[in-house]
């Protein structure tokens, strides 16, 4: 996923905090994260006209949920935030209208969505206007697109321009008329238990982000607490773009940043550097944190001999080399040291234990950083909990800022 790196320089932020209009005539665009077990729909921003949708962690924090409708009349859907994508889609059950697939009716009854348009095309690269990844069917004279995953998730479909509608933090609604997205025909591995992605990567001019701006925002709370209600997104001019600056590139449709150093405490690690040059991905759609073998081995080494003699180590099938111990995640490990990336220009991203750790059950937790296996660091969103990640690609300024407000225990 990660290919051809494009020569030009983006700035993150980082920093810590506390804390029916068409949307082509609006600026602002609030997406909330709701945890999947709350029985509350929490109160949200007091601006007017903000555009919403609850995101939802999702089998525990592996990815966060974003509430939309599709299509008219509205249909609401869940689908994971993913700034890694830049194609919004949905699989062949959901689509409501343009969905090719007969023995789907009536649910993809054509009349159920009066807004679904195809794109008709004549040759490829008609289609790669739109995204990558794109042809042209000789059978359908339709733009497909074709999308394979990291961890071997595959999805392929249809093109096709659909309304979307938002609600408003004044209860009312948003609409962003004829947005490109992609219809599923087939999909396999752990995508089938989604419903579909939002692409927040920025493409080109059809992308959702450059629908409402160019810039975006997310925070991340307290992923295990369901009754959390910080977590947001907002797109458009109501981002949050303060804190702490570092530059960042794009490799492929991936936003990338450089890690310089880790340092455990007060003690810098010692690891191959040049393989995080601007190798080093910003993922809301992955949970862990990914590191190269230099590095991971050298962080694992570090963790391991902190805590022997002091919490049981346990083995758990499945977790391959990730170091897990049976305790309390909280109680066991106060006191322990905060890990810190350090970024390019002197920028840090500080993991506490919730962040550096994955609960796994009520008395077992893993580090939440596994070894790369396919070349490619992420920084996953355990490793973002307590943070706000802002980007604003009209000055590609990118940011992070932090310090989400904590939950009372």
């Given at each position: 996923m990660a290919n051809s790196y494009i020569a030009f320089s983006i700035f993150v932020l980082i920093a810590r905090f506390s804390t029916g209009v068409e949307a082509a005539n609006r600026t602002k665009l609030v997406l909330r994260l709701i945890h999947r077990d709350s029985i509350f729909r929490p109160p949200y921003s007091e601006a007017k006209n903000d555009l919403r949708a609850p995101l939802v962690p999702y089998e525990r924090g592996l990815l966060f949920l974003v509430?939309?409708?599709?299509?008219?009349?509205?249909?609401?859907?869940?689908?994971?935030?993913?700034?890694?994508?830049?194609?919004?889609?949905?699989?062949?059950?959901?689509?409501?209208?343009?969905?090719?697939?007969?023995?789907?009716?009536?649910?993809?009854?054509p009349k159920r969505s009066s807004t679904c348009t195809k794109l008709a095309c004549d040759f490829k690269y008609q289609c790669q206007e739109y995204f990558d990844n794109t042809d042209c069917s000789q059978v359908s004279s339709q733009c497909t697109y074709k999308i394979e995953y990291i961890d071997g998730s595959y999805a392929r479909g249809i093109i096709v321009s659909e309304k979307f509608t938002f609600a408003t933090s004044d209860d009312g609604t948003s609409v962003i008329p004829d947005l490109l997205f992609g219809c599923g025909l087939e999909s396999r591995g752990n995508v089938l238990r989604l419903n579909g992605i939002l692409g927040l990567s920025n493409l080109n001019e059809h992308s959702l982000v450059s629908r409402v701006g160019k810039k975006?925002?997310?925070?991340?709370?307290?992923?295990?607490?369901?009754?959390?209600?910080?977590?947001?997104?907002?797109?458009?001019?109501?981002?949050?773009?303060?804190?702490?600056?570092?530059?960042?590139?794009?490799?492929?449709v991936h936003y990338v940043v450089s890690i310089q150093g880790i340092s455990v405490g007060e003690k810098k690690l010692e690891f191959n550097e040049q393989e995080f040059y601007y190798n080093v991905v910003i993922d809301s759609g992955s949970t862990l944190t990914s590191l190269k073998r230099s590095a991971f081995e050298a962080l694992k080494e570090e963790v391991v001999n902190m805590l022997d003699g002091l919490i049981e180590p346990v083995i758990i099938e499945g977790f391959g080399e990730r170091p897990c111990y049976r305790g309390d995640l909280v109680r066991d490990l106060k006191g322990f040291p905060t890990v810190t990336f350090h970024l390019d220009e002197e920028t840090e991203l500080s993991l506490e234990v919730e962040g550096m750790f994955q609960r796994i059950g009520s008395d077992l937790f893993c580090m939440a950083v596994v070894a790369s296996t396919n070349g490619i660091n992420i920084i996953g969103v355990l490793a973002q909990q307590y943070y706000n990640v802002g980007f604003d690609l009209n000055e590609m300024k990118p940011n992070l800022f932090g310090d989400v407000k904590k939950s009372p225990n």
């Open positions: 509430n939309v409708s599709i299509g008219e009349p509205p249909i609401p859907q869940l689908l994971a935030m993913d700034t890694g994508s830049s194609l919004t889609w949905l699989h062949p059950h959901l689509c409501t209208g343009c969905n090719p697939l007969a023995n789907r009716a009536p649910l993809d009854d975006f925002s997310y925070c991340i709370g307290n992923i295990s607490d369901p009754y959390y209600m910080y977590n947001q997104l907002i797109l458009g001019e109501g981002a949050v773009l303060e804190g702490e600056s570092t530059r960042l590139g794009i490799r492929h």
